[in-house]
């Protein structure tokens, strides 16, 4: 069983960056494919981006698209989620989650095992 832990998050104004990562401990996180999602309040957690096992390919929502990087280093059982030219509906709790399963399109019910989250707050 995985267990994961999201750092980085902050409060930083529109146009600024933020790097989050994830640190997985209790398994082997290159068995893994992992993903970001994140939740504004009051809304449905969504998919933000996702990275294979190899991190070898990655996808992305539309809406982050061009501005977020996913990674992953699997020597050191984190993934990142670099994140450019923040806009104020970036601001949400962002969560990585790892899992098994890569379908076509990316849902949270492809992921197994979940982080606490850490808050993102993108001002205007």
């Known amino acids: 069983q995985v267990q994961l832990a999201e750092s980085g998050g902050g409060l930083v104004q529109a146009g600024g960056s933020l790097t989050l990562s994830c640190a997985a401990s209790?398994?082997?996180?290159?068995?893994?494919?992992m993903g970001w999602f994140r939740q504004a309040p009051g809304k449905e957690r969504e998919f933000v981006a996702r990275?294979?096992?190899?991190?070898?390919?990655?996808s992305y929502a539309d809406s982050v698209k061009g501005r977020f990087t996913i990674s992953r280093d699997n020597a050191k059982s984190t993934l990142y989620l670099r994140m450019d030219n923040l806009k104020p509906e970036d601001t949400a709790v962002y969560y990585c989650?790892?899992?098994?399963?890569?379908?076509?399109?990316?849902?949270?019910?492809?992921?197994?095992?979940w982080g606490q989250g850490t808050q993102v707050t993108v001002s205007s």
């Open positions: 990275i294979i096992l190899s991190g070898a390919r990655s």
């Open positions: 209790g398994g082997t996180f290159s068995n893994y494919h």
């Open positions: 989650g790892a899992g098994s399963r890569w379908s076509r399109t990316p849902t949270k019910d492809e992921y197994d095992y």
